[in-house]
């Protein structure tokens, strides 16, 4: 399993970019800043979106990556969340009223991007992952993700909290944890970049974009 920190920020300027994940390519957590840090070609491998909650600062590039999609012809993006999430975003980002409505683009029948309701607790099949959606405390409702892969390897991203997680161990073991320290994500050097937290990581590549 391979975790590109693509951005890892509240706020943006050049070298730091808001928050996205991509695993293994193809599966992204959070749309910060995946148009901003991937090229066109990585972008095309993006089939499956989960996004944590409505803050902006994790769903701005959902424009950008509905609006790629459309204009070069990839095909449909699926965005996944809990609905309380969904019931925002889709009328603030997605629906045509800022944009293009991206769920009905260029088609009904073929539209861009489509959004499916995860429910809390509940473990899915996406992309050939078993993902499961894990409520945390935060300002609105969020969750985080424990994503585990065909061959073993698994991650748990704790979403926008810093305290009561412990819940969560109740369900998961990961061997890899992204959390949000002090508004970013640190590595513990005092870098405010990219984070992660190992109990094992072997055979676990992490990298980040410079976000």
């Known amino acids: 399993m391979e ?4 951005g890892a920020h509240q706020y943006e300027s050049k070298g730091r ?16 800043s995946l148009t901003s840090a991937l090229s066109l070609a990585e972008q095309q491998r993006i089939k499956h979106l989960l996004l944590t909650h409505h803050h902006f600062d994790h769903t701005r590039d959902l424009v950008t990556l509905g609006a790629n999609a459309a204009f070069c012809g990839w095909g449909q993006v699926k965005v996944y969340a809990i609905q309380d999430t969904l019931d925002v975003v889709v009328p603030c980002l ?35 992952y078993e993902v499961l959606p894990l409520p945390v405390r935060h300002s609105v409702s969020c969750v985080g993700y424990h994503v585990a892969s065909a061959d073993g390897k698994s991650l748990f991203y704790t979403g926008d909290t810093t305290s009561g997680i412990s819940e969560c161990w109740r369900e998961i ?8 320290c002090r508004g970013s994500m640190s590595t513990g050097t005092g870098s405010g970049k990219s984070a992660t937290c190992r109990r094992d990581s072997s055979g676990m590549n992490w990298s980040s974009s410079g976000g």
């Open 94 to 128: 997605l629906d045509g009223r800022m944009y293009i409505d991206f769920l009905s683009y260029p088609s009904e029948g073929a539209a861009c991007m489509a959004v499916e309701p995860l429910e809390p607790n509940v473990r899915r099949d996406i992309e050939g």
């Open 3 to 6: 975790i590109q920190v693509l």
């Open 173 to 180: 073991s990961p061997q890899l944890i992204l959390s949000r």
């Open 17 to 32: 970019r808001l928050t996205s994940f991509l695993v293994d390519g193809v599966l992204a957590i959070d749309a910060g």
